[in-house]
């Protein structure tokens, strides 16, 4: 614990709901850090800003600069709604946003290289929700400006795979650990099959036709989920908040619960043992059979824990979480974090808001939370109760 105490008297206070930890590394940085992300090996990538341009900057797990990249030349990107995904062996890194002048979602994505390998005359360029498969070999989409889907899964050359079964929309990768699976929709005899496929064997793992009281049943955006054997999956926008449980090896539905809040995400704790479902100011947590455990609502409800944008929420085991990539603009602090902890019967254990991007990462090395302030950028490693 001596690592809380030393930060706190350097004035970078440390969300007691965090918990106790270790400091892995820190260092100076006076770049303007807008959003993180970790791979496997704990190589720690940053999105920073300067009045020049944005970089991504990768360090190792000891802090050493790796490489930067830098290939944002003639755009100018809205700062808070950016994000930064690496592949998780780091070849592959996405950076995925919105352009200011052009009022278009505008992505890039490096290889090893450090070269912005995306070209801009391709409609990924331009695509929503563009997503990077865990081994970085594939890239799906949901939406191209007017179009609600682009239904077709790319290579890491930007050509179209092909796709020898009927129609394919709605897909979302939903793998881990370098393994690419993806959950979309296709065309069936009559309607519409929920399926599930691995690359690049294309193996289909199931498909099975949608009823009519099962036509909510699409992948969309940040409202699916999936840990080992469970698939978890929300309603889209606009047609209710059920969670919904669904065996991954056969699609059969498992378990529904309902959800008292218009919810936009649903994550997994890191041993998948919980689930979260969040949305607006609040959230709700369930075990993995469905059963609700708890409900958090922020007190101040008319400043959300999810703004809109793209919002990072890490779920630990040990019952802590961290909810980060809230920019506020109305707000006179602007970016904030919220550390959540809960006790034994789920009742609240604390939360605790920290007024600069705080975001969280469960890795086979452990448990991690990133930050910046002050100029100073710290890397910590979470301790178990």
Known sequence: ??????????????????????????????????????????????????EESLFVTVLDAEGQVVRELSAFKGQTPKPFVL????????????VRGEDTELETPINWVFDESGEDILPFDHLLKYAEWLQLSP?????????????????????????????????????LFVGADGEDIVLFTEADTGGTALAMAKLPSQEIIFSRPLGIWEAHMLPHRGRVAMHNDLLVMMRPPGRGSDVIGI???????????????????????????????????????????GDELAF???????????????????????RRAIVTKLYIPEHRYGMRSVVLGFDDEWGSGGSSTAFFNFEGFSRDAGRFAAFHKDGILRLLKLISD
Request: proline share 4%; with cysteine; net charge negative.
């Open 296 to 318: 958090f609502q922020n007190e101040n409800s008319d400043i959300p824990l999810f703004a809109p944008g793209i919002p990072n929420f890490t779920f630990f085991e040990d």
């Open 247 to 289: 065996d991954a090896k056969t699609g059969r539905v498992l378990w529904q619960a309902e959800c008292l809040m218009n919810a936009s995400g649903v994550s997994f704790s890191d041993d998948g043992s919980y689930i979260a479902v969040f949305g607006g100011p609040s959230i709700m947590i369930f075990n993995n059979i």
């Open 135 to 171: 081994s970085g070999n594939y890239f799906t989409a949901q939406g191209y400006r007017a179009l609600s889907t682009i239904g077709q899964i790319y290579d890491i050359e930007f050509n179209e795979v092909e796709w020898p079964r009927r129609a394919f929309y709605q897909g």
């Open 83 to 94: 994000q930064v995904i690496a592949s998780d062996n780091g070849q592959t890194v996405l």
């Open 1 to 50: 614990m001596l690592a809380l105490f030393v930060l706190v008297a350097m004035g970078l206070e440390i969300p007691p709901a965090l918990g106790a930890f270790e400091e892995v590394f820190s260092l100076e940085f006076d770049r303007m850090v807008i959003d993180f992300d970790m791979d496997e090996e704990s190589r720690l990538y940053f999105l920073t800003e300067t």
